[in-house]
């Protein structure tokens, strides 16, 4: 089934660890994007990438880093977690001059 | 600084009734505002979406009314069915290198009770 695929699903960190959330989509999209959702402050974007090679900051990028070195992949790295950082994280992409983002199944992850 | 603002925070509307929710923007730059639908643990999913050049665009019982002078949107969800319980978030795009970049609203949970 084409899509979004994250993984893991959920994951328990320690903080100070260094994570890697893996994001792959196979619908070709050029743009795609990182969000955490918190309750009661809906989506907010970390990093995007309107193709490959190309990254841009969101409205909360600090923490988080992100590569795109192919048109499939785009993994969101925490390089040293923090508590701040306990969330729901959902990757998305989009088909270029479109408006509809497609979302993945979320990974939702605890740093203690 | 809240780029697009959504209301209500939650709703609870009887089964039939009619479901309103609200949202507004700042940035005239926004070109394409679409709503989506997330069941719990899923990831969202697009509902409808309008482009500033129409007022109104109706697709099955969901409808979205724009009001481009002021800068607002609202998606009505008519004879609404318990199956429409969700949480539902208003977004803004604007163009940044060919692609949509959506900024979305806090989220409306609503619950239809049957």
């Known amino acids: ?105 979320g990974t939702r992850l605890t740093v203690v | 600084q809240q780029q697009v603002k959504q209301s209500p925070q939650s709703l609870i509307v009887q089964k039939g009734g009619i479901s309103i929710i609200n949202c507004a923007y700042e940035n005239t730059a926004f070109d394409y505002f679409p709503w989506y639908q997330q069941f719990p643990g899923k990831g969202p999913a697009l509902l409808i979406a309008i482009r500033p050049d129409v007022s109104e665009k109706k697709e099955g019982r969901f409808t979205i009314s724009f009001n481009k002078s002021a800068k607002q949107f609202s998606l009505h969800i008519m004879d609404s069915q318990p199956g429409d319980s969700a949480t539902y978030f208003c977004a803004a795009s604007m163009r940044s290198g060919g692609s949509y970049i959506p900024t979305f609203g806090r989220g409306t949970s609503l619950i239809v009770h049957p």
Request: charged share 15%; hydrophobic share 35%; glycine share 10%.
């Open chain 1, 1 to 105: 089934i084409a899509g979004i695929t994250q993984a893991p699903t959920s994951q328990i960190l320690a903080a100070g660890r260094r994570m890697t959330l893996r994001c792959t989509q196979d619908m070709r999209h050029n743009a795609m994007y990182w969000y955490r959702q918190d309750l009661g402050l809906g989506l907010r974007l970390i990093h995007y990438s309107n193709t490959a090679g190309t990254t841009g900051k969101g409205e909360v990028p600090d923490g988080y880093s992100v590569s795109r070195a192919n048109t499939d992949d785009f993994p969101l790295t925490l390089a040293s977690a923090v508590p701040s950082q306990t969330s729901v994280y959902f990757c998305a992409s989009s088909a270029q001059g479109t408006g509809e983002a497609f979302f993945g199944q």
